[in-house]
C-alpha cells in the first residue's frame, strides 16, 4: 500500500494524532485489558461508530484487498495461515471492513506509541487478544488482521520520523496511562 495511489485517501500524522486524541477518550475497556460491567458493549459501539467515521469504508476493503495480495507461504513455515489467498477470499475476504477498520485503528495507536518511545505491542497484542477471545478469529484471520495493523503503522511511524517533530510529552503521558502495561512476560492472553 505504500506509494500512495492517485486520489486514494491516507491518514496524515496530524490527522492521526488529532484522531488518537479523541479516540483515547473512548477507547473501550476490552481493548484495555479490563472487563466492563456491559461487557463493553456501550463503549464498543461508541468506538465503532468514531472509527467508521475516521477511516473510510473504501480505504478499509482495500488494505483488506492488500493484505490479501501480500500473504503468501513464505511468511510462515508450512502453516495453512499463510497459503495464497484464492479468488473466493478476494470475492468474499474473510475479515469484514470493520475488521480492517479497527487493525488500521490499533495500527494508528501502535505508530504514535512507537513514536512517544513506549512500546507499540501494548496496543498491538490487545487487538490480537480481542480478535482471539472476543470475534473468535482464526489464526488465518488474525494473521490477516496483523498484516494491515503492519502495514499502516509502518507508514505512520515512517510519517512520524519524516515530520521531524518529537512526540508531544502530553501525548506520550496519555498514552502511557491509558494503554495497558504488558506482563513481565510480555505474553497478553
Known amino acids: 500500500m505504500?506509494?500512495?495511489?492517485?486520489?486514494?485517501?491516507?491518514?496524515?500524522?496530524?490527522?492521526?494524532?488529532l484522531a488518537l486524541a479523541?479516540?483515547?477518550a473512548g477507547t473501550p475497556?476490552?481493548?484495555?485489558?479490563?472487563?466492563?460491567?456491559?461487557?463493553?458493549?456501550?463503549?464498543?459501539?461508541?468506538?465503532?461508530?468514531k472509527i467508521r467515521e475516521l477511516i473510510p469504508e473504501a480505504l478499509a476493503r482495500e488494505a483488506l484487498q492488500?493484505?490479501?495480495r501480500t500473504i503468501r507461504p513464505e511468511l510462515c513455515q508450512g502453516d495453512d495461515m499463510c497459503r495464497l489467498a484464492s479468488a473466493e477470499e478476494f470475492a468474499n475476504p474473510p475479515l469484514t471492513p470493520d475488521d480492517a477498520r479497527a487493525a488500521i485503528y490499533f495500527a494508528m495507536r501502535s505508530a504514535a506509541t512507537q513514536w512517544c518511545g513506549l512500546d507499540y505491542?501494548?496496543?498491538?497484542?490487545?487487538?490480537?487478544?480481542?480478535?482471539?477471545?472476543?470475534?473468535?478469529?482464526?489464526?488465518?484471520?488474525?494473521?490477516?488482521?496483523s498484516l494491515i495493523h503492519g502495514e499502516f503503522m509502518g507508514e505512520q511511524v515512517s510519517k512520524y520520523v519524516e515530520s521531524g517533530q518529537d512526540c508531544p510529552?502530553?501525548?506520550?503521558?496519555?498514552?502511557?496511562?491509558?494503554?495497558?502495561?504488558?506482563?513481565?512476560?510480555?505474553?497478553?492472553e
Open 2 to 17: 505504500s506509494g500512495g495511489t492517485p486520489g486514494r485517501r491516507r491518514l496524515l500524522p496530524a490527522a492521526c494524532l
Open 169 to 188: 510529552p502530553e501525548l506520550r503521558e496519555r498514552i502511557d496511562s491509558t494503554f495497558p502495561r504488558l506482563p513481565e512476560s510480555g505474553v497478553v
Open 121 to 145: 505491542k501494548r496496543s498491538y497484542l490487545p487487538m490480537l487478544v480481542y480478535g482471539k477471545h472476543r470475534r473468535k478469529m482464526t489464526d488465518r484471520e488474525l494473521f490477516l488482521l
Open 29 to 49: 475497556a476490552h481493548a484495555q485489558n479490563q472487563a466492563p460491567a456491559d461487557g463493553g458493549a456501550a463503549a464498543n459501539d461508541q468506538l465503532d461508530e
Open 22 to 24: 479523541g479516540l483515547l
Open 66 to 68: 492488500q493484505a490479501l
